[in-house]
């Protein structure tokens, strides 16, 4: 039996956000390939009257919670293999395929920034690989204002211990003597700053940026130290389960997830399966199907069963992000309002749609229902994909070099109509105006 015991007042409203991201895309088969029919990610149909293929058709207890997206991808990203992508997922940044690179804030931290001084925690970042990665191998989806990578956390004992079990005296003393060295810290900077030259004082500038955000967090910690931690029963979980028991390890970070709402320890989190870049852990998640090498799969679609093959790898995921669903669903709010999916927005997606093309990208939501989100839906926005068969097929890079045939809508729109709802006042995103009505 859980108790909790949160700063905030659960008599306003509750609103919660988490975005859950898949690398390498999902399948889609050409219309005349014999796997179409089954193993082509997308639904087949109308808004109302779609189809769910193999692929989805586990989600299809939960239609009435659900809607699919076709037609929505960012605009300065679409020409950029899907290797190198995923960092502008929840950003909308120009990130570039070389070069010179400069990311922006995440759709995460800006609601975090909205409702995070209500929770213990503003946010909960995870990825299977843990850290931040590299540019353009990210391992994290979520950027701080300053578009700087927010590192991941992997290991679901870390995670627990972080929500649940780290306080009192031995906390108050480390806050202690993190401050004090902090407080050294800035001293030496502002000596160092008067002796360096204007370019340096650039850097170190940028470097002042993080010893700030490092500030801003042990302030809001030290508000928090005398607040009772939430006490979760956690003898149903494995926390030392690492990916290569990959079922059990995805729905464990899940189930931490939905403690962390549950406890109301944090309203925003993000979980990133595995980067773009090939290889690393997330490699081995493919295990939960019997199959070896997920990001193989992509490129094997050719091969006798390849279809099936990657199909049955998206229906896993898709599985999952399932029951994590249906708990919300059948958890009442702790305010009363409805049920926790009613007041949670749950993204589950990927900058990819077939072989690394960075458009189209396959995106699912649920819950909202207390937000404004009306659900059982398919939606397709643009034109000219209406058969959702752009990039059907292929598996080489021609798809990602070619030049786009079919018209479609920045994603930021639809970020835009979740900041709204869920109580950000603006009507932008990475500089795009207005939402979508339609969701």
Known sequence: METFAAKGDLDHKIARFMSVYHPDGVGLPREDDP???????????????????????????LRSEISFYSGLSHPSVRKVIGHANADQY???????????????????????????????????????????????????????????????????KRIFDMLFVTGGKNTRDKLARSKSSLDLLIANVRSLNKKISSHDRRTLEQYLDAVRDTEIKLLKAEQWIDAP??????????????????????????????????????????YMMGRENTGGPQDLLARAVGLNNAHGLTHDVK???????????????????????????????PNGNGTML???????????????????????????????????RYLKFGRGNEDNQAGAGISSDIGWRSDPEHDEIPLAHLFVTILKRLGVETDEFAGYQGGLDRV
């Open 303 to 333: 091969k006798p069963n390849g279809w099936r093959n990657l199909g049955t790898y998206n229906r896993f995921q898709a599985e999952e992000f399932g029951r994590f669903v249906q708990k919300l669903k059948d958890t009442p709010e």
């Open 90 to 156: 929840l950003t909308a940044a120009d990130t570039g395929s070389h070069g010179p690179y400069k990311n922006s804030v995440s759709l995460d931290q800006i609601l975090a920034a909205n409702v995070g001084e209500q929770t213990r925690h503003s946010s909960l970042v995870m990825s299977t690989n843990a850290g931040t990665g590299a540019p353009r191998a990210t391992h994290t989806s979520s950027f701080d204002h300053q578009g700087r990578p927010i590192p991941s956390l992997n290991r679901p």
């Open 342 to 376: 009613d007041n949670t927005f749950a993204m589950h997606g990927s900058a990819s749609s077939s072989f690394h093309l960075s458009r189209n990208y396959p995106i699912i939501s649920a819950g909202g229902k207390n937000l404004g989100f009306n659900n059982g």
């Open 229 to 270: 931690l939430p006490k979760v029963d956690s003898g149903h979980l494995n926390l030392d389960v690492t990916v290569r028991d990959s079922r059990a390890y995805i729905q464990t970070i899940y189930e931490l997830t939905y403690l962390a709402f549950l406890s109301d320890s944090t309203r925003v989190a993000t």
């Open 35 to 61: 796997a179409w029919k089954d193993w082509s990610w997308f639904p087949q149909g109308g808004e109302r009257d779609f189809r769910l293929s193999k692929v989805l058709d586990v989600l299809e207890p």
